[in-house]
């Protein structure tokens, strides 16, 4: 994923630079605090070393409101286990209304049939005011939890700061989950308050969601309260819940409960590929100072800005995207398929609503590519300054194609991080160039390095992508996990105190990132390793081709054989033409000696209900595992497709496993 010929596809302007949040920061941290760095390498240096100044700034500059001042920065930087901003008391929610434009558009709303509303900042307030207020009668308080069971909609938004503002736990996934799936995640948190729709709208179908949620209200025996919303227009009469405007009618004036740094803000979840989700902690204070570097800095968000990312409820990056408002932005929520009516529909929203950083996954930007369009040739991007990617990793025809088809002048900051801190380790800077295939750089606060397997930082070489210093958003705990066995398994137990991701990454010397997938989905054959990313990235270059997974058994203890999975255009077959030009295209831009064993077609790739590619799951039913013991099938949004697997495993995969052959 290097660049072929070593140029950058974008470099900031002497403007971009000056007016840039990170420089305005740099300024001040020299102006203060006689701290004075040449580039942001300097600075990324000093944030990771000397991290208790580091991250005492962010809160000095960024002014945090708080009723009571810390004591200690860190009390201790071993991990598990870091204490941050000891003896501080404070409340996400009351940073976000601290200084707000009381006229200005807090949040703008479009649903894919055309459908929008628009809030300003004081209506917001409003709301968010009747929302506490209709939670404190229902008995709601600080630890509580509130579950949300939305789509991608101004009350959740709405919802989540009222449930912050009381030091109550919020916690939301997507209202295309099935029941179970939802269950999965709900059922372990024992929610008080649970709020939700009628239904929903997605690629031109109207869903009823009424059955669900009665479902769900009969499993969650600690609920004492159900909002509902009505908002698909089902004109199914719902029974025994509480109507949305009903609820929020009693405003009280806004007050927000004081807490210590680490109580919990809200919990996410893994993606329960193997049992259920793990249920993950994070706290107000780690996700304030977090989000403030990442969105305000990193990605540069200001007051001036309309801050978009194309997300569900049930992806960390919608909370991500919620805090745009601590930048007093205008944050811009869609709700629908992107695909409908079809590929422009997101371009044409970012021309209509004037959006300036547009946020989306590399699986959009590839699905843009496929369909050939150009969207700087039927719409004006004129305000679009910067795109934002994540997901997965963005291949260099990925970064090019923005540049052709999108604007020649954007900033793309392509970002990778995770659930597990809410927040990306790398990504953007808009002082840095922009290089085809890399990620621009180390986020501030973030040691993040590439070990061997002896456990050895390595520059220009592939490696475990680790955390080696603690940051504040680490999570405070895992949901029912009262001894951390779950936790410390989950990061610590590979590096003794060093946090593993489970992701392949580079750092160049140049200080960019590459990010290679999931290292715990590594081809390794004869001995050499293999992102399965760079795999995806040469075989769906191909137009024939629309998805792919590739698994690799020999690091299973099998022999050495490794199966490609396709999905074809419609009305495309598997011909022996096409087989070729598949492993051509692997011979030449990967390695011959990455070839796969065999080709087959499915109807569907199997993915999370987030998107992720479902590489261990297939291995296991490869080796003969039953879908079902594989995985979670709650958390995958298409099970059909592991039956295929399956199948194909049965006919074809298991017999030359056993014979102990597998012949190209």
Request: include cysteine; hydrophobic fraction near 40%; glycine fraction near 8%.
């Amino acid at each position: 994923m290097q660049a072929t010929n070593g140029r950058p596809l974008w470099e900031p302007s002497d403007e971009t630079i000056e007016k840039s949040s990170m420089k305005r920061y740099m300024n001040w941290l020299e102006s203060e605090h006689k701290i004075e760095f040449r580039d942001n390498n300097e600075l990324w240096k000093w944030s990771v070393t000397r991290i208790e100044d580091f991250w005492s700034s962010i809160w000095e500059y960024f002014n945090i409101k708080s009723s009571q001042n810390y004591d200690k920065v860190l009390l201790s930087r071993k991990m598990p286990g870091a204490k941050w901003f000891v003896g501080s008391r404070l409340n996400y929610a009351e940073n976000v209304f601290k200084n707000y434009d009381a006229e200005k558009e807090a949040i703008l709303f479009r649903r894919e049939d055309g459908y929008s509303r628009s809030m300003l900042w004081r209506q917001l307030k409003d709301e968010v005011e009747g929302f506490a207020a209709g939670l404190r009668k229902a008995g709601v308080r600080e630890g509580d939890r509130v579950a949300a069971y939305l789509p991608n909609i101004p009350h959740a938004v709405v919802a989540f700061l009222a449930t912050a503002s009381l030091g109550a736990i919020w916690s939301s996934c997507s209202v295309d989950f099935g029941v179970p799936s939802a269950l999965d995640r709900f059922s372990q948190i024992e929610p008080k308050v649970l709020v939700t729709v009628d239904g929903y709208i997605y690629a031109g179908k109207k869903y009823d969601r009424t059955e669900h949620v009665a479902r769900m209200v009969q499993s969650l025996p600690s609920l004492k309260k159900v909002i509902m919303i009505p908002y698909a227009n089902t004109e199914v009469e719902v029974k025994g819940y509480e109507a949305w405007d009903s609820f929020i009618k009693n405003r009280e004036k806004l007050s927000f409960t004081q807490l210590e740094f680490e109580h919990p803000i809200w919990i996410l979840y893994s993606s329960g590929t193997t049992g259920l989700p793990k249920a993950i902690v994070h706290s107000h204070g780690g996700i304030l100072l977090e989000h403030l570097k990442a969105v305000l800095l990193h990605n540069d968000i200001s007051s001036k800005d309309r801050f978009f990312w194309f997300t569900s409820t049930g992806w960390m990056m919608w909370n991500y995207l919620a805090s745009g408002l601590l930048g007093n932005s205008t944050i811009l929520l869609y709700d629908g398929s992107p695909s409908h009516p079809d590929m422009n529909s997101l371009w044409e929203f970012a021309e209509k609503s004037g959006i300036t950083f547009f946020g989306t996954s590399a699986a959009y930007i590839n699905s843009c590519m496929k369909a050939a369009i150009s969207p700087k040739q039927s719409f004006n991007l004129d305000k679009l300054r910067g795109i934002g990617s994540t997901g997965s990793p963005l291949s260099v025809e990925g970064f090019e194609w923005v540049y052709r088809n999108v604007k020649d002048d954007v900033w793309l900051a392509s970002i990778s991080g995770g659930t597990d801190m809410c927040t990306a380790f790398v990504g953007g800077c808009n002082l840095l160039p922009v290089y085809p295939g890399e990620i621009q750089c180390r986020y501030l606060g973030a040691k993040v390095e590439s070990y061997d397997e002896k456990g050895e930082s390595r520059v220009d070489s592939v490696g475990e992508l680790v955390i080696t210093e603690p940051m504040p958003s680490m999570p405070v705990f895992f949901w029912n996990d009262p001894d951390g066995k779950k936790y410390f398994e989950s990061y610590f137990s590979f590096y003794p105190g060093v946090w593993r991701h489970g992701d392949w990454i580079k750092i160049t010397g140049k200080g960019t990132c590459i990010i290679y997938g999931r290292s715990d989905a590594t081809i390794k054959k004869m001995g050499v390793r293999l992102g399965s990313s760079e795999i995806y990235r040469a075989v769906e270059s191909l137009p024939e081709v629309v998805d792919s997974l590739v698994v690799d058994l020999e690091g299973l203890g099998q022999i050495s054989y490794m199966p490609l999975f396709l999905v074809l255009r419609p009305g495309l077959d598997l011909t022996d033409s096409l087989k070729e030009k598949v492993r051509q295209k692997i011979r030449v831009e990967v390695s011959p000696r990455f070839l796969p064993d065999d080709i087959f077609v499915l109807d569907d790739i199997p993915k999370t209900l987030n998107g992720k590619k479902l590489e261990i799951p297939v291995k296991k039913i490869l080796l003969g595992e039953k879908p079902e013991d594989a995985i979670n099938l709650g958390s995958v949004s298409n099970p059909g497709s592991l039956s295929q697997v399956e199948e194909i495993a049965r006919k074809y995969i298991r017999p030359k496993l056993l014979e102990g052959s597998g012949a190209r």
